[in-house]
Each structure stands twice: as C-alpha cells, then as structure tokens.
C-alpha cells in the first residue's frame, strides 16, 4: 500500500548542532512510512541502502536547494511482490543533483538488483526524483 | 507499526588477559538516524569528542554490532571525531581507534558512501568482532 509524506518550510528549525534544518518529528514520520518498505524485504542491504538514500537525498534537497520552499516536499513509498517505487517530489526548476556535487553516493552498487532505475524529471515548475527497484530475489 | 528511534551509548572498559584494565568499547544502541533528538545526538558528539585525549593512553573501539541502523546523521556524529582522532593518533604513534561490525550490511555502507577516501584504512579500521578486535591489538 502506498504511502505518502510531505514537509513545508514552516515545520522546521534551523537546528544549530545539526547545522540542518529539522523537525524531530517530521523525520521520524518519513523513517516510518519508510520502515514499512524494509519490514517487507527485511534483512536486505539493498532495500535499507535505497531507504537510508532515500532520506538522505531529502535532507539534502531541504537544506542545499530553495526550490521546494515555495510549496511541499513529498515522499512517497510503494512497493508490491518485489517491486520497490520510491519518490521525491517538490516544486521548482532546478534539481540539485547530489552526485553532482559530491555530497552523497545515490545508490553506489547495482549488483543486488535485477533493475535499478533513478529518474529525474523536470516538468511544469515540478521536480519529480522517482527510483524504482525490482529486487533480484523475489520474496 | 510502532517504531522507535531511540539510539544510545554504552561506554565498558576492556581488561587484557591478565585482567588489567588497557581500554574502552563504545557501543552504540538503537537507530541513529534522522529523527533522533537533538539532546540525544548532542550527548553522543559529547562523548565522541573526548575520545582523542582518552585514546591516548586507552585502547578504544566503536562497537556498532547493537546497532540496528544508521544514517548520515549517525555516521557524521560518530566517524568524524574517529577519523579526526585516528590522523592524530597514529602521527603519535598511537593504537588508532576501530570500528567493530558486520561488513556486509547498509550500516558499513553508509560509512563507506560518506567517507570513501578512509573507508576501512589505518584511519578507519574496521574488525568484525570483539574477539577479534582484542586479538588483533592485544597481541
């Protein structure tokens, strides 16, 4: 069953021992509609390094781009008989590309994967960031 | 589903085979990751930083095997004061703190996306157990 998160500018605080913007409880409802995707495929790196990147792109996108201010920035998690949809989806022009610059390593190894699929498309002010997994082993 | 993003640090000392106290484990508990309140990630930085002067004359290892699952949060508030101290340490001619865990799982691939240039190095070397820890530098 899908599951969708959103976040707006106002639900946050700089949080100076962070040096992030950050809501406690915020992260927590993402890691939860999140957690729901590794109970399914549990004890499986993959799926908790497509989870854990998943967060993290959203961190980065909420504190290095100001696009998505302008309005929400949604997550949404689905996932059926071994077939994982994750997406990342704000208002804006531009996408900040975080293996451009180097911060992070979106999804380093393919290896587990019989496909991986990262997609990002730029269309009417929309940012729409969509990775789509289908896992290797079948559960 | 209830899910809890408690994380937690246990401090034991460490006694060699003459059972004379050489050091300390850092155990870290629970899940660190984005969600984990600011006081709890401040008290983890807290004693993370102290970890350069106690190494010094201590014996220290990171013991990640009770941790469930860790982000870049987790990873920066632990790994950079290791990586920072072990720069020191070993230009001191000094045992350079370890990280303990399982090398196949996402929390030793989230530090190895965060930090690929020290990744299982002199600077950050990794043991899988213990045991084995207390071999390599007791021996």
Redo the contacts between chains.
Sequence with gaps: MGKQWSVEEKDLTY?T??EKL?N??K??????IL??VR?EFPNN?TV??AV?TI??ET?NIINYSSDWKAGELKVRSDFSSGTINLEIIYSGSTYWDPVEKKT??VI?STDSFESYKREVEISSGIVHITIKIKLRDQK | ?K?D?VVDLKIEKVFDNENVQVGYIYKIIGTF??????ST??KI?EQMAKLKDIALTDLVAIDTTELK?W???GVTSVIKPIVDANQQLIKKGRAAIYLIGDL???KF??V???Y?QFNSTAVLPWSPSVEKWKHTVLS
């Design positions: 949080e021992t962070l950050y406690e409880q992260f927590q409802e993402l890691n939860e957690d729901e109970a790196t908790d390094t854990r967060v993290e961190m992070t390593t380093g | 589903m899910y993003y990751v984005y969600g984990a309140p600011v990630v401040e930085r699952r982000d870049s949060l196949n799982t996402d691939k989230a190895k996306d965060k690929p």
